[in-house]
């Protein structure tokens, strides 16, 4: 049983397309994150979501849109994709905010813009 | 602002030596501090973590860190490396500035371990 899992695993698309990431956690957690990580294996957080409510958004061009219907959904639209979009989406999961609590992460959507 | 550094992009080491991949941190406040651990085509996964208490800390897989505050460093290690131990390992701090909404990652560590 998948504990954050995470559709689709790949999605190629064109330059002004409009796509979606749609992530699902089982484990009863509060809050749920996106992460980008880009062709340098970097990782940088983009939203964090705490019972639904938007807490963070961490300057993200608004063509990207979180959307939470539950705790344990977060999606993730994006409008009108360009070429630097193209990287690795993680969907990540936590018990909460307080600090000792590690996440556990999806395992990944990686986008291709063309 | 919080922060972390892992001053090696590449660790090498050979089957059976002990490891060390090193982190740094910066905070204001305590710190929370974790590894995580990426191998190819997967996401991360949570290795151990720091929040009070005795400096070393044991995690999943053998592995262990070191907290050690007057260096500000957290460096993870491991007493005998595998082959199987090869992965991508990010140190990262909790940011208590978001009320802990934040966790930042560091650069990341590729760890390749030598038959």
């Known amino acids: 049983d998948t504990a954050v899992s995470q559709t689709p695993k790949y999605l190629v698309t064109q330059m002004g397309n409009d796509k979606s990431i749609k992530c699902e956690q089982n484990l009863g957690h509060d809050t749920m994150y996106w992460y980008k990580q880009d062709s340098k294996k970097f990782l940088k957080i983009m939203f964090s979501?705490?019972?639904?409510?938007?807490?963070i958004n961490e300057t993200v061009p608004n063509r990207f849109s979180p959307k939470s219907p539950d705790k344990a959904h977060l999606n993730l639209h994006i409008n009108s994709l360009e070429l630097g979009d193209s990287a690795v989406y993680f969907c990540a999961s936590s018990q909460g905010p307080i600090e000792g609590y590690g996440y556990t992460f999806g395992s990944g959507t990686r986008l291709t813009v063309v | 602002a919080q922060s972390v550094a892992q001053p090696e992009d590449q660790v090498n080491v050979a089957e059976g030596n002990p490891l060390t991949v090193k982190c740094t941190y910066s905070?204001?406040?305590?710190?929370?501090l974790f590894w995580y651990v990426q191998y190819p085509n997967r996401g991360l996964q949570f290795l151990l973590k720091?929040?009070?208490?005795?400096?070393l800390v044991k995690g999943s897989y053998g592995f262990e860190a070191e907290f050690n505050k007057s260096q500000t460093s957290f460096h993870l290690k491991k007493p005998s490396a595998l082959v199987s131990d090869s992965a991508l390992y990010f140190c990262?701090?909790?940011?208590?500035?978001?009320?802990?909404?934040?966790?930042?990652f560091g650069a990341g560590t590729r760890l390749f371990v030598k038959a």
């Open positions: 990262a701090v909790r940011d208590q500035s978001t009320g802990g909404f934040k966790t930042i």
């Open positions: 905070v204001s406040g305590n710190p929370y």
């Open positions: 720091y929040i009070t208490g005795d400096n």
């Open positions: 979501y705490n019972n639904k409510e938007l807490i």
